[in-house]
């Protein structure tokens, strides 16, 4: 399995609070370095899971009064991330692994969660707390490469029967022949907003069509609008799972793009904007996520 990575920009200067970050990088680290073929890796998985939530609860309340005792201004806001993330999130994914039997996927999704989640709230809330507001497209996007990277390759797996290898961690929107494209929007936990753009060489989604009963398509047949968004949930519904996205939907025919809205919408910034290969063609995965207002009374 891939590693996860400790990188320096996480540490916000505040010696408590950067050693448990550590060490949290460290537990998940060690999860995913588990033999997936090894006789007792459920039970390494329960204990080596009981032990990161139980230290992850540790760490929020040191951090809780450490900003008491600074008297943080917006304390109330952090706690309450904090308390969804304990109450909502874990409650949801601890569900998955129970549900899967501990299976090394389900292990991987479950860390990938954390540490999406945990990269994201050190450089947007822990640093604030230190009075430092970056960019999200400075959070550290290296340490979750290596997990997207599996995701993507277990989706383009399962909907065109085809492994994906990255080429790219930083593509900037070259040609990649005749394709398609789609775009789509989640709200998640605490007040986030994820954007996620996906791209499919012609061949590829060629491949995906075969995933759609009755709709056997030839190299000289057209895709309609029908078939394309049906192979796009399919893609959607694989990729948003690192997000927490659980609900079944439908897109919507506004939700695909030609190449011209594809270019003009991945101009607006994505932080994270991977190029894949593979032996029918590319894939593109580009996201990126703000914090959407709260409205009051909403």
Same mark, same amino acid.
């Given at each position: 399995?891939?590693?996860?990575?400790?990188?320096?920009?996480?540490?916000?200067?505040?010696?408590?609070?950067?050693?448990?970050?550590?060490?949290?990088?460290?537990?998940?680290?060690?999860?995913?370095?588990?033999?997936?073929?090894?006789?007792?890796?459920?039970?390494? #998985?329960?204990?080596?899971?009981?032990?990161?939530?139980? #230290?992850?609860?540790?760490?929020?309340?040191?951090?809780?009064? #450490?900003?008491?005792?600074?008297?943080?201004?917006?304390?109330?806001?952090?706690? +309450?991330?904090?308390?969804?993330?304990?109450?909502?999130?874990?409650?949801?994914?601890?569900?998955?692994?129970?549900?899967?039997?501990?299976?090394?996927?389900?292990?991987?999704?479950?860390?990938?969660?954390?540490?999406?989640?945990?990269?994201?709230?050190?450089m947007v809330e822990d640093q604030a707390i230190v009075g430092r507001n970056f960019a999200r497209k400075n959070?550290?996007?290296?340490?979750?490469?290596?997990?997207?990277?599996?995701?993507?390759?277990?989706?383009?797996?399962?909907?065109?029967?085809?492994?994906?290898?990255?080429?790219?961690?930083?593509?900037?929107?070259?040609?990649?022949?005749?394709?398609?494209?789609?775009?789509?929007?989640?709200?998640?936990?605490g007040g986030i907003r994820v954007q996620i753009l996906l791209g499919v060489g012609e061949l590829l989604m060629?491949?995906?069509?075969?995933?759609?009963?009755?709709?056997?398509?030839?190299? &000289?047949?057209?895709?309609?609008?029908?078939?394309?968004?049906?192979?796009?949930?399919?893609?959607?519904?694989?990729?948003? +799972?690192?997000?927490?996205?659980?609900?079944?939907?439908?897109?919507?025919?506004?939700?695909?793009?030609?190449?011209?809205?594809? +270019?003009?919408?991945?101009?607006?910034? #994505?932080?994270?904007?991977?190029?894949?290969?593979?032996?029918?063609?590319?894939?593109?995965?580009?996201?990126?996520?703000? +914090?959407?207002?709260?409205? &009051?009374?909403?």
């Amino acid at each position: 399995m891939e590693q996860i990575v400790w990188d320096e920009k996480f540490n916000i200067g505040v010696e408590v609070v950067d050693k448990a970050h550590s060490k949290l990088f460290r537990i998940m680290k060690k999860l995913l370095e588990v033999p997936e073929n090894e006789e007792i890796n459920q039970a390494t #998985y329960r204990e080596g899971i009981k032990y990161l939530e139980a #230290y992850t609860m540790i760490h929020f309340l040191e951090e809780e009064t #450490y900003m008491r005792s600074i008297k943080y201004s917006n304390y109330a806001h952090h706690k +309450r991330i904090h308390d969804n993330f304990r109450d909502k999130t874990l409650v949801s994914i601890k569900r998955d692994l129970e549900l899967s039997n501990f299976s090394p996927s389900a292990v991987q999704r479950f860390v990938l969660v954390v540490n999406n989640w945990l990269a994201e709230h050190i450089m947007v809330e822990d640093q604030a707390i230190v009075g430092r507001n970056f960019a999200r497209k400075n959070r550290g996007l290296s340490s979750q490469i290596p997990l997207i990277s599996k995701t993507v390759n277990r989706t383009t797996t399962e909907v065109f029967q085809i492994e994906a290898k990255l080429s790219s961690a930083e593509y900037k929107g070259q040609n990649i022949g005749k394709a398609f494209y789609c775009q789509r929007a989640f709200d998640i936990e605490g007040g986030i907003r994820v954007q996620i753009l996906l791209g499919v060489g012609e061949l590829l989604m060629m491949r995906g069509t075969e995933r759609i009963p009755g709709k056997k398509m030839t190299g &000289k047949d057209e895709l309609d609008h029908e078939i394309l968004l049906k192979v796009f949930e399919l893609l959607f519904q694989n990729v948003s +799972r690192m997000f927490r996205v659980e609900t079944a939907y439908e897109l919507e025919k506004e939700n695909l793009m030609d190449k011209e809205q594809f +270019r003009t919408n991945f101009m607006k910034g #994505y932080p994270c904007r991977l190029l894949f290969s593979t032996k029918a063609g590319s894939f593109i995965f580009c996201y990126r996520s703000f +914090r959407v207002k709260e409205t &009051k009374g909403g």
